[in-house]
């Protein structure tokens, strides 16, 4: 590919889930040439660095793309997401992202793809195994699809020390551990690193494997507050928990009178979940947990809150708040990577240029698509933009209020506008619009539970300024 020029209407930095929704949507609402350009081998992004045992947060009927289902809507028979709707594996994911590659994307003509290649700052795509360059002029936009780009364990930057001889590895290791260890031996005692939902994933994983509650130590610089999955899940079924429960959080919107009060209100309503309740929480990122998957890691009794890991020594950890002693044959699994940059907002439509950002928290994909039929439809700039007010990621708890009620701004705005709102309410990434679209006028139940929706959203709204 050396020395080639090639022309695109858009170049798309990454191929992860943001970009292939993007790109997806714009394929079905233009007709413009589209190059994707990312560093991995195949689609799909952080999926490819994922530990194995990775799921969804989400149920799979509304993640992905908009134009090809995820799973097979199974709810799920066994397990700690028993009785909820499948939550799809990084394996799944990864190969969902193969196929739409290779049979929508690839097929059509219209798709470029350079895997293993960098888009450098002077126009020229890369190759990470060559060197060799493709210059490209680009007629339309260049669209950053990184602004979300999670670090994953298996390739960040550790923050901590660690000494000679530490067996320090990330949660990928743990279902390989046979591969390394002599036979019949095996590890006395776990430490887990980090307080996030890879944390999480890596205690349930070691319990539901046959690992002691007792012989699993976990760091926990800090406690955060869990969303309740039984309230994201799609379908009639479920209505009264979503739609029933979004009617109750804007209840505990409207009538909270501080922070600490909207979360305990969220709590008693059981929308929200804490792993201890005896420690407050003071973090809030959008994991979710079901509650079988919590009744599991409240058999974790040994668990250390004494801030950050700052060096692993033989037979010690140093902490923020001092030195603990371990066991000289500890396995420590690091899970400390950031599934969230940091990246402050922008506006999304710029001169020759889109950065993707979350527009309804925590609903990235869907944020992604939207962007890519508002660049089709959406005429100037200026109401493109409008319409695509990024939302604010949590930085502290107020910071959910500032994330809920940009959210309920925006989708204000796109209920406004005929063509969007009819969009939206068949996307099968808004996992509710449909739901609540097709109620039937004579179900009062249901038409009952939407009335206090509407009333509560304008009461929560009233309220939500004074909280944050």
Not at 36 to 42: E, L, S, T, W, Y
Not at 141 to 154: E, G, M, T, Y
Not at 311 to 330: F, K, N, Q, Y
Request: proline share 4%; charged share 20%; aromatic share 8%.
């Amino acid at each position: 590919m050396s020395n080639q020029t090639i022309e695109t209407d858009y170049l798309v930095i990454g191929c992860g889930a943001t970009a292939m929704a993007f790109v997806d949507t714009l394929l079905d609402e233009s007709d413009a040439s589209i190059t994707i350009v990312d560093r991995h081998a195949k689609p799909g992004g952080h999926w490819n660095d994922a530990y194995s045992f990775v799921t969804l947060h989400q149920p799979s009927a509304y993640y992905g793309v908009n134009s090809a289902e995820l799973g097979q809507l199974r709810i799920d028979n066994a397990g700690p997401n028993k009785g909820m709707y499948e939550l799809a594996s990084g394996a799944e994911v990864s190969a969902y992202f193969e196929r739409l590659m290779l049979q929508k994307f690839l097929s059509g003509g219209r798709i470029r793809y350079y895997p293993m290649c960098n888009f450098d700052e002077v126009g020229n795509i890369v190759s990470l195994l060559s060197g060799d360059t493709v210059h490209v002029r680009v007629n339309k936009r260049i669209v950053d699809a990184s602004n979300f780009s999670p670090s994953v364990p298996s390739t960040h930057k550790r923050g901590f020390t660690i000494a000679s001889g530490i067996e320090c590895v990330p949660p990928n290791a743990l279902p390989q551990l046979w591969m390394h260890r002599d036979s019949g031996a095996r590890v006395r005692q776990f430490c887990i690193v980090g307080a996030g939902k890879t944390a999480m994933d890596a205690c349930i994983w070691l319990l539901r494997n046959g690992a002691r509650a007792d012989a699993i130590i976990w760091i926990m610089p800090r406690d955060s507050w869990l969303q309740n999955r039984l309230h994201t899940q799609p379908g009639e079924a479920f209505f009264l928990d979503s739609i029933g429960g979004e009617a109750d959080k804007l209840d505990a919107f409207a009538h909270a009178d501080s922070i600490d009060d909207l979360f305990a209100r969220l709590e008693g309503l059981g929308q929200m979940l804490r792993i201890d309740p005896t420690h407050r929480p003071t973090m809030f990122h959008y994991a979710t947990l079901s509650s079988g998957e919590l009744e599991l890691l409240h058999s974790i009794q040994n668990v250390i809150r004494m801030g950050r890991v700052r060096a692993i020594e033989s037979g010690a950890l140093m902490l923020d708040g001092g030195r603990v002693t371990m066991d000289p044959d500890t396995l420590y699994v690091d899970c400390t990577a950031s599934a969230i940059s940091h990246r402050p907002n922008e506006p999304v439509f710029q001169d020759g240029r889109i950065v993707i950002q979350l527009l309804r928290a925590p609903l990235l994909v869907l944020s992604s698509a939207l962007t890519a039929y508002l660049e089709a439809h959406g005429g100037d700039d200026a109401n493109r933009n409008r319409l695509s007010v990024p939302v604010p990621f949590p930085q502290d708890l107020a910071g959910f209020a500032r994330a809920t009620r940009m959210g309920m701004l925006n989708q204000h705005n796109w209920s406004q506008e005929k063509a969007l709102r009819q969009w939206m309410r068949q996307s099968r990434l808004d996992a509710f619009g449909k739901l609540v679209a097709e109620v039937d006028k004579s179900d009062a139940p249901k038409q009952a539970v939407l009335a206090r929706l509407r009333n509560n959203a304008m009461a929560a709204m009233g309220n939500m300024q004074q909280l944050i």
